[in-house]
């Protein structure tokens, strides 16, 4: 066993005794909806957490941008109650409701005071089965779709990112559509298209609810099932993801926005899936690589011995199909070219040479040790139980997950480097002031 | 939450929570962007940078990785009133904590090639929120709205001050303002409190006070009238802003003001680390219903934050693409009118008061947060305004909330910002003040 391995056993066997374990409650009902619960106590709140896979993926061929849009409606009215209604309800409690759109997820998220859990439950409930999508809301959010896509296009950091990932993943393959979508297509979407979206896509068996907070498991079930448990409909059909090309050569697209201060760099590879056994190599990599401490090894680099930027980092976002790993950074215009070289130097240093045992052990012992600031709060709780839940990762993950990053060896973590970034075939775009 | 000072002018809030098993270290200093004189904007952010780089006893190179090996996370922020740093990490690496706050307190570098490094660093910080059109023009509404105060300023300073700043500067800046005399230091966490003030005792007590720092004390005189300003710029999107003068955390009125903001925009709640991060429960709002909700802007928020001295209200609207500024700005001017003519109703006020209580609990889900909140409170003011808030919500009276209207929203205490963007590739003109 290596020195590193002996240091990070330590951290492993403190972090183990120092918790119990979330150890949640999960339930799944007749219809296939997945509850999990789990009761904390430190403030007399509690987190609702409702997921459906029906993520960007899910837009219909040709309309992208669907699924974000009855995103912004599908909170502004159902078969029993009004818009106003529902806003009345939600601010006289002081609940902000978030609704996200990923990939995959399509999730109303809320904290709301303990004494306001069950009505507020039975309203996003509610709100998920049985929307009504009035026309006038409908109208009123593309409106503001449509001002977030002006918007987008003003920024150097999202034209620069989301032109990388539709180089990364082309030929309309989701992850590289913008989701959001594009003017032209959320003008012209109908509140039929999206009612059909909502018939073909959300079904309990697609639903999980995380409950996390100052309600005891056994009656945060039972009201999970009984908003729940009557909603009746057929398994929708898988999406298939197409395939993810490979990519053979370096790529370089600018983005000139001759009107900005500053340049954004997007600078990235596709890699692998979540359920790849390598995860935790790739994990612990990008970790040392672009983000422990201030950005890693990046961030030594190009922050702190150069100078040259205020932000830059790494980021590796492994999904269904193989994600991306993006670096990115802000620089002056006249910085591009020697931050790009950087990036590049970097890259090719971590795949000749892989990391030192005494960096792998930092990570290692950072990502063990972080667990439970991680799991502080009841929304990063519910946030991690979903996360367990979709990828099937098991109700005791929190557990083993000290286990599996202790697992990764030197060798590994060279591997997942070697297997996915080279300068070679880095794909690079630059959004910004700058020809 | 005990309080204790020590000999040497060291403030000390220590709150036990043995919620998870972690501790939250913050210490404060009584600096800010509001204590720089002409030429020197943004020093006290550069400083702020530079404390992060080594000191006598963490060499450069082991600052990597300080805190990270407990787990554990770090940061700090600047502002107008304060500047502050933070580790939170598991409750085992309190010592590490205090360690790293000791040295930072008393012994830090400012190597001239690191001051020259972090010249470019911030300078690019700069430029990225220039990159923000709302950014932009929230710095120049400040501006305008303040003549003679130096809150005018912004907290990352002006650029020619930035590119002329020297390495004595920024030391001579640190010696004056780092002193215990000047700060207060929090812990929040699985702590015993007795222990804990023995540890801090024992990495501060030996720091010696400073002479008490000399202090800015330009009053800002009564605006006489609106003031407004035009940024035409390449940009998509239109951008309106609309500051008044404000109550400070210790007037009567900020209360009042507080339940105003929340019936306009929807409640904040009252911490700047964590409940400005998520959007208020605004949907029902008068300036949501009368602008989102009618289809002439795409959000609106309100700001009111606790400041030692007067600072701005401000309410920042993004227009709906296609919608010209001026009905937007005509729509907003009128629901405040309204509001100073006819004050709030009952149910309004029963709400607000309902989401501030809601806002002071999920506020406070964390060590981190809990410690911010104290130590914000006590550098600003008192801490003692942070424990108050709740009866202090709870005792706002209509009457209270209109008297602030009728105050804060007087046209001549007005100042109107709007980011007008020109066609991409047309090139970009000089602001109209």
Redesign the interface.
């Known amino acids: 066993m290596s020195s590193d391995h002996r240091a990070s056993d330590v951290?492993l066997r403190?972090?183990a005794a120092?918790?119990s374990g979330l150890d949640p409650a999960r339930t799944v009902l007749d219809n296939r909806a997945v509850l999990l619960t789990k009761a904390t106590?430190?403030?007399?709140?509690v987190t609702i957490n409702l997921a459906i896979r029906a993520g960007s993926i899910a837009d219909a061929t040709g309309l992208p941008g669907m699924t974000w849009l009855l995103s912004r409606a599908i909170d502004r009215g159902t078969v029993t109650r009004a818009?106003?209604d529902?806003?009345?309800e939600?601010?006289?409690?002081?609940?902000?409701l978030?609704i996200t759109v990923t990939r995959h997820l399509f999730s109303l998220v809320c904290?709301?005071?303990a004494d306001d859990f069950e009505p507020v439950l039975a309203l996003l409930g509610e709100m998920l089965v049985s929307p009504s999508l009035p026309d006038e809301e409908i109208?009123?959010r593309k409106?503001?779709v449509?001002?977030?896509i002006?918007?987008d296009?003003?920024?150097?950091?999202v034209r620069a990112t989301e032109a990388l990932m539709a180089l990364l993943y082309p030929a309309g393959h989701p992850y590289g559509r913008r989701t959001k979508g594009s003017i032209d297509v959320v003008e012209r979407l109908t509140r039929a298209q999206l009612l059909q979206l909502h018939a073909d896509r959300f079904a309990p068996s697609e639903l999980t609810a995380v409950v996390v907070g100052d309600v005891e498991t056994a009656r945060a079930a039972d009201v999970a099932a009984r908003v729940f448990d009557g909603w009746r409909k057929p398994v929708p059909a898988p999406i298939a993801l197409p395939p993810v090309a490979l990519v053979n050569e370096r790529r370089r697209v600018v983005i000139p926005m001759?009107?900005?201060?500053?340049a954004d760099i997007a600078y990235g590879f596709t890699t692998i899936t979540r359920r790849d056994p390598a995860y935790y190599a790739f994990w612990l990599m990008n970790n040392a690589f672009g983000q422990?401490?201030?950005g890693g090894r990046l961030g030594?680099s190009i922050?702190?011995?150069?100078?040259?930027?205020?932000?830059v980092s790494s980021s590796l976002d492994a999904n269904v199909a193989p994600g991306p790993l993006v670096i990115r950074a802000?620089?002056?215009p006249a910085?591009v070219d020697r931050a790009v070289a950087s990036i590049d130097e970097e890259v090719g240093r971590l795949v000749r040479e892989g990391l030192t045992p005494k960096e792998l052990d930092?990570s290692r012992?950072?990502?063990?040790?972080?667990?439970?600031?991680a799991l502080?709060?009841?929304?990063a709780i519910a946030n991690f139980l979903q996360t367990a839940e979709f990828f099937g990762l098991g109700l005791d993950y929190d557990m083993r997950l000290p286990e599996l990053l202790g697992a990764v060896t030197l060798d590994e973590v060279t591997e997942a480097a070697r297997r996915a970034l080279d300068p070679d075939r880095a794909t690079v775009v630059i959004a910004?002031p700058y020809e | 939450m005990r309080s204790t000072t020590f000999d040497n002018g060291l403030k000390v809030l220590i709150q036990e929570e043995h919620?998870?098993?972690?501790a939250s270290v913050w210490c404060w200093y009584k600096v800010g962007s509001k204590d720089e004189r002409p030429g020197l904007t943004g020093i006290s952010h550069w400083c702020e940078h530079m404390n992060f780089k080594g000191t006598a006893n963490i060499p450069r190179d082991q600052?990597?990785?300080i805190i990270?090996?407990?787990?554990?996370?770090w940061n700090g922020y600047t502002w107008i009133d304060q500047t502050t740093y933070l580790e939170?990490?598991?409750r085992?690496a309190l010592d590490r904590m205090l360690f790293i706050e000791s040295e930072r307190m008393a012994s830090c570098l400012y190597h001239p090639d690191d001051c020259?490094?972090?010249?470019?660093?911030?300078?690019?910080?700069?430029?990225?929120g220039?990159?923000?059109?709302d950014q932009l023009l929230d710095q120049e509404l400040t501006a305008t709205a303040f003549k003679a105060h130096t809150y005018g300023h912004p907290t990352i300073g002006w650029l020619p001050d930035l590119q002329t700043m020297t390495r004595d500067d920024l030391y001579g800046y640190y010696r004056r303002y780092y002193v215990p005399n000047n700060a207060t230091l929090v812990i929040v966490g699985d702590v015993e409190t007795d222990e804990a003030l023995r540890r801090v005792n024992h990495y501060f007590g030996g720091i010696q006070p400073g002479t008490a720092p000399s202090r800015i004390v330009t009053l800002e005189p009564e605006q006489t009238g609106e003031r407004r300003l035009t940024i035409r710029?390449?940009?998509?999107?239109a951008y309106l802003k609309v500051g008044f003068h404000a109550p400070s955390v210790t007037d009567p009125g900020f209360f009042p003001m507080l339940i105003l903001d929340a019936v306009l925009t929807?409640?904040k709640g009252l911490n700047l680390w964590s409940s400005f991060r998520?959007?208020?429960?605004?949907?029902?709002?008068r300036l949501y219903r009368a602008l989102?909700?009618r289809?002439l802007a795409?959000?609106v928020t309100g700001a009111l934050v606790p400041t030692a001295q007067p600072f701005l209200y401000s309410v920042s609207v993004?227009?709906?693409?296609g919608v010209a500024l001026g009905p937007v700005e005509s729509e907003l001017i009128e629901a405040l009118d309204r509001v100073c003519r006819d004050g709030i109703t009952d149910a309004e006020l029963t709400?607000a008061q309902?989401?501030?209580?809601?806002?002071l609990?999920?506020d406070?889900?964390?060590?981190t947060n809990i410690a911010h909140q104290l130590g914000y409170f006590e550098t600003i003011a008192s801490v003692d305004i942070f424990t108050a808030a709740p009866s202090r919500i709870a005792a706002v009276t209509l009457e209270d909330v209109a008297a602030v209207a009728r105050r804060v929203f007087s046209s001549s205490n007005r100042t109107v910002g709007w980011f007008d963007?020109l066609p991409?590739?047309s090139g970009?003109t000089k602001s109209d003040v």
């Not at chain 2, 220039?130 to 059109?133: A, L, M, S, T, V």
């Open positions: 951290v403190t972090s120092a918790r106590h430190t403030t007399p709140a818009a106003a529902i806003a009345e939600l601010d006289s409690r002081g609940i902000t978030t904290t709301c005071l109208a009123t409106g503001e449509i001002t977030a002006r918007q296009e003003d920024s150097p950091a001759m009107n900005k201060a500053q422990y401490a201030i030594d922050r702190e011995r150069q100078g040259m930027a205020y932000y802000g620089v002056s910085n930092e012992r950072y990502l063990i040790g972080s667990i439970p600031r502080e709060t009841n929304a910004g | 919620t998870a098993p972690l600052v990597k990785g990270e090996q407990y787990g554990g996370t939170t990490a598991t085992d020259e490094s972090e010249r470019t660093v911030i300078i690019s910080e700069l430029q990225g220039e990159n923000d059109p710029k390449e940009g998509t999107t929807g409640a998520v959007p208020p429960p605004q949907r029902s709002t989102v909700e289809g795409s959000s993004t227009a709906t693409e709400k309902a989401q501030l209580r809601a806002r609990v999920f406070s889900d964390s060590v963007p991409l590739g970009s």
